[in-house]
């Protein structure tokens, strides 16, 4: 069900996670998931693995509620790990006509899957950890030297809040509508692919509809309490970096420095 996917939703817990710099996981997820595509070798693939193991226990975010964030983009893995499989080079190990499966290919497959996963996991994490508020002040915070050139930083870091925000009610609404019009005697589950592309119909336009309702809400709230873009503008909760922000930096470093020796010493499989 729509209701299960758990990605934009944020928990309030007191983990170590939780109590870092919104600025500092900005950035540590950055060189995270550049990281992440530098992993050549599978002992460089486990040590980013295990550093996401480890991000999962330090949130003190349930397990399950990061399965659920993967069920949105499950299909799409699996069709990017099939495509690799038969997209390797070198000699097959298995062949009938013009597919066929080498051990290239199944080391693409492996490392595509690891990646994706790693990477939802991480982001997820941010969302999960950190609040909208948060966010927006971290990234206005990090864009601020882009209001020299008259960038609108503020209304940017509103806006990409607002967005994170919106997807969990958004998911909630549309899960409403669904069963609602499956009250009404809706047929969602049959037909070919046409036909369950017409069902949605019903589905989009009231969801469309209650989407810029919302928005149109938003917009009358922020006026009615004067709100005129980030001049002049002060904070509740002022962010800063603790020693626990360092000991996040160290070990993100140490292990980016491990991957790169991996990659240096051992042989890489793709």
């Known amino acids: 069900?729509?209701?299960?996917?758990?990605?934009?939703?944020?928990?309030?817990?007191?983990?170590?996670?939780?109590?870092?710099?919104?600025?500092?996981?900005?950035?540590?997820?950055?060189?995270?998931?550049?990281?992440?595509?530098?992993?050549?070798?599978?002992?460089?693939?486990?040590?980013?693995t295990i550093f996401t193991v480890l991000m999962i226990?330090?949130?003190?975010?349930?397990?399950?509620?990061?399965f659920k964030s993967?069920?949105?983009?499950?299909?799409?893995?699996?069709?990017?790990?099939?495509?690799?499989?038969?997209?390797?080079?070198?000699?097959?190990?298995?062949?009938?006509?013009?597919?066929?499966?080498?051990?290239?290919?199944?080391?693409?497959?492996?490392?595509?899957?690891?990646?994706?996963?790693?990477?939802?996991?991480?982001?997820?994490?941010?969302?999960?950890?950190?609040?909208?508020?948060?966010?927006?002040?971290?990234?206005?915070?990090l864009m601020k030297p882009l209001n020299k050139i008259h960038f609108p930083v503020h209304e940017?870091?509103?806006?990409?809040?607002?967005?994170?925000?919106?997807?969990?009610?958004?998911?909630?609404?549309?899960?409403?509508?669904?069963?609602?019009?499956k009250a009404r005697g809706a047929d969602m589950d049959s037909g070919n692919l046409i036909a369950r592309a017409k069902a949605l119909i019903p589905i989009l336009i009231p969801l469309f509809v209650s989407a810029f309702r919302r928005a149109y809400d938003i917009a009358t709230a922020m006026e009615c309490r004067c709100y005129r873009g980030g001049s002049g503008r002060t904070k509740m909760k002022s962010i800063h970096m603790s020693m626990r922000d360092a000991v996040a930096f160290v070990l993100t470093a140490l292990m980016i420095l491990g991957v790169i020796l991996c990659n240096l010493f051992i042989t890489a499989v793709i």
């Open 70 to 141: 993967l069920k949105v983009i499950i299909f799409i893995v699996i069709i990017t790990s099939v495509l690799n499989l038969f997209y390797g080079t070198g000699e097959p190990l298995w062949q009938w006509g013009v597919l066929k499966i080498t051990l290239n290919g199944i080391n693409r497959a492996v490392f595509v899957t690891v990646r994706i996963v790693c990477l939802i996991i991480a982001s997820s994490c941010l969302t999960f950890t950190t609040s909208p508020t948060e966010l927006t002040d971290a990234i206005e915070r």
């Open 57 to 66: 226990m330090l949130s003190g975010v349930s397990p399950k509620f990061y």
């Open 156 to 181: 940017i870091a509103m806006m990409m809040s607002l967005a994170l925000r919106f997807v969990p009610t958004l998911l909630e609404e549309t899960d409403k509508i669904m069963a609602a019009q």
């Open 1 to 48: 069900m729509v209701r299960d996917v758990a990605f934009g939703q944020y928990f309030s817990e007191k983990s170590v996670i939780h109590r870092l710099d919104p600025r500092a996981k900005i950035l540590l997820l950055i060189a995270y998931l550049v990281i992440i595509f530098c992993t050549f070798n599978y002992f460089s693939l486990l040590i980013v």
